[in-house]
Antibody
């Protein structure tokens, strides 16, 4: 069974940084694309970033490019999101997600999410 | 403003068939597979359709997906009260080089 467990969410002041982690288990982590998706309170789903299975390819939403960095550690089945220069607009639940399958690269399995709140 | 367009709300009575649309363009739905997600308040989304019309194991056969050109649809037949949730479509956009979601549709079972 695929399990994705996020951690690292917190209340932080504008301009500060935060690092989110996602522990993956139950599948061959190194074979799957991974994603971060966020959801602001009462709003819809918004894709944040994607990383290829080997980690060499990354893509970002325009709203976070240059501020956020997605990375992975395939040896330890971990996914990360480094969040810098945070603003109130970054307040959201951040979900770690994996591709549905090795040959089905779209967003499939989801973690429970971790809350990032940015406020003075 | 989402890249994929969904109606904000939909409704039906128990036993009815309801359809939720998702409209995109040639750079996303027109050239990529569509995925559908179900989300209950306070919980994580759950994949219910992948590759346009494929159901993951455990998803009832009442849920079905289709795609034509630059639009996709999610149909729920034999509507049940437990289907009341938010539904999102999603796909890859080649022009944006990113994943895109629809704005979500809140389904109410009357």
């Amino acid at each position: 069974e695929v399990q994705l467990v996020e951690s690292g969410g917190d209340l932080v002041q504008p301009g500060r940084s935060l690092r989110l982690s996602c522990a993956a288990s139950g599948f061959t982590f190194s074979a799957f694309y991974m994603y971060w998706v966020r959801q602001a309170p009462g709003k819809g789903l918004v894709w944040v970033a994607r990383i290829t299975n080997g980690g060499s390819g990354t893509n970002y939403a325009d709203s976070v490019r240059g501020r956020f960095t997605i990375s992975r550690d395939n040896a330890n089945n971990m996914l990360y999101l480094q969040l810098n220069s945070l603003t109130a607009e970054d307040t959201a639940v951040y979900y770690c997600a994996s591709a549905w399958g090795e040959v089905v690269p779209g967003v499939g399995h989801w973690g429970r999410g971790t809350l990032v709140a940015v406020s003075p | 403003q989402s890249v994929l367009t969904q109606p904000p709300s939909a409704s039906g009575t128990p036993g009815q068939r309801v359809t939720i649309s998702c409209s995109g363009s040639s750079s996303n739905i027109g050239s990529q597979s569509v995925y559908w997600y179900q989300q209950f308040p306070g919980t994580a989304p759950k994949l219910i359709i992948y590759r346009n019309d494929q159901r993951p194991s455990g998803v009832p056969g009442r849920f079905s997906g289709s795609k034509s050109g630059t639009s996709a649809s999610l149909a729920i037949s034999g509507l049940r009260s437990e289907d009341e949730a938010d539904y999102y479509c999603g796909t890859w956009d080649d022009s944006l080089s990113g994943w895109v979601f629809g704005g979500g549709t809140k389904l109410t079972v009357l």
